[in-house]
């Protein structure tokens, strides 16, 4: 079983502040690395998918960076909005290939 | 493509009733994948398929849950007898070959209530 932690548990943050998640898995026996975005009553969505150490991805205000050797990963929200209020999930596929999921972080945007 | 469709959305059951969880994954997609979302452990796998064969079914509780995947196209959870600790939100999700690179499409989940 992969242990895929993340970090925080929760964030409340003001509308326009920046902010950033992480998640550390191990080193060994990695694949890929996936992040996910969850809104509330709705089915998990997925964001990024990064394999290679050094990754880099970008979509609008959100980015992630990986570092496989060192087994983290990184989710970063700029000037963040209240449309961005969700659950962030990251999940590692390691040798299986199958993703094992993180319990996320959950990000509370204020207006 | 609509998707992934899983049915119901919503179940209110009795305990000791069968419940029977159902899922369409996009066409093309060869894996399919069972998860279960409580607030204990998160989002956890209880099985997945490749080419309509079970690959992996160690996440399954115990034997009360059973799942099969007749053909490509539709994939079912069961669980019989339900208990209320079963109470959740099972989602169905779906991939292309090499899921570790290619990213899972959800359904939009069945929340089951076990009374």
């Known amino acids: 079983i992969l242990n895929v932690e993340q970090s925080p548990q929760s964030l409340h943050v003001q509308e326009g502040d920046s902010t950033i998640f992480t998640c550390s898995f191990p080193s060994s026996n990695f694949y890929a690395l996936h992040w996910y975005r969850w809104e509330t009553a709705k089915s998990p969505e997925a964001l990024f998918v990064m394999t290679l150490n050094g990754d880099e991805k970008k979509k609008g205000r959100i980015s992630a960076t990986l570092n496989t050797k060192e087994g983290y990963s990184y989710l970063y929200i700029k000037g963040s909005q209240p449309e961005d209020s969700a659950t962030y999930l990251c999940a590692l596929s390691g040798g299986s290939y199958i993703p094992t999921f993180g319990r996320g972080t959950s990000l509370i945007v204020h207006p | ?115």
């Open chain 2, 1 to 115: 493509d609509a998707g992934v469709i899983q049915s119901p959305r919503h179940e209110v059951t009795e305990m000791g009733q069968e419940v029977t969880l159902r899922c369409k994954p996009i066409s093309g997609h060869d894996y399919l994948f069972w998860y279960r979302q409580t607030m204990m452990r998160g989002l956890e796998l209880l099985i997945y398929f490749n080419n309509n064969v079970p690959i992996d079914d160690s996440g399954m509780p115990e034997d009360r849950f059973s799942a099969k995947m007749p053909n490509a196209s539709f994939s079912t959870l069961k669980i019989q007898p339900s208990e209320p600790r079963d109470s959740a939100v099972y989602f169905c999700a779906s991939s292309r070959t090499a899921p570790g690179a290619n990213v899972l499409t959800f359904g939009a989940g069945s929340r089951l209530t076990v009374l």
